[in-house]
């Protein structure tokens, strides 16, 4: 073999080792943010397709990564439940108060463990995600609920709202990254 065959088959075979990297350094990354990001990376993929969805989350990621997140002190955990037990104390008597109250109780929360408070929902929900994927859609979900009762007021969607903020402050106050 000529020498200048045997270069072509030396940089073909690097480009296919190049190739098979990038390959694999695609599907870690992509395994990875399914992992971390659990049925949230699903909701993504779906609502904005793979490629973008991956490009958010990473960003997404890499901004959570950067956060001064803290454990709050067990008299602040119990403090917040005792407020929460206030505002589910309400619900019988002013529905909308009381959800539209459990959610600000919530961001709260959130912004004392140190997330931001930017007033951004899906960017939030897209932060504590990394962290608790598997309530991520109930933020979402109790979030909606009280947008959609705004003006004419559904007792059964603040009680849904009410379940869903219940269920992110937990676990939120746990301080655990929750299991999916």
Do not use: C
Request: glycine share 6%; net charge negative.
């Amino acid at each position: 073999m000529e020498t200048w065959e045997w270069i072509v088959l030396a940089a073909g075979g690097a480009v296919l080792v190049l190739l098979a990297a990038a390959f694999w350094r695609i599907r870690r990354r992509r395994a990875s943010l399914q992992e971390q990001f659990g049925h949230e990376y699903y909701r993504s993929v779906s609502d904005h397709g793979r490629g973008e969805a991956e490009k958010r989350l990473s960003e997404v990621a890499r901004e959570h990564d950067e956060l001064e997140l803290r454990e709050l002190p067990p008299v602040a955990r119990e403090r917040y439940l005792d407020e929460w037990r206030q505002v589910e104390a309400r619900f019988v008597s002013d529905p909308g108060d009381a959800a539209r109250s459990a959610e600000r109780l919530l961001e709260r929360v959130l912004e004392e463990r140190g997330y931001p408070g930017n007033g951004d929902v899906e960017h939030r929900i897209a932060l504590v995600a990394a962290d608790h994927p598997d309530v991520a859609e109930r933020f979402r979900h109790g979030h909606a609920m009280l947008d959609r009762v705004d003006g004419a007021e559904s007792t059964e969607d603040l009680r849904k709202a009410m379940l869903d903020f219940r269920a992110v402050l937990e676990s939120v106050l746990a301080g655990q990254r929750a299991v999916v």
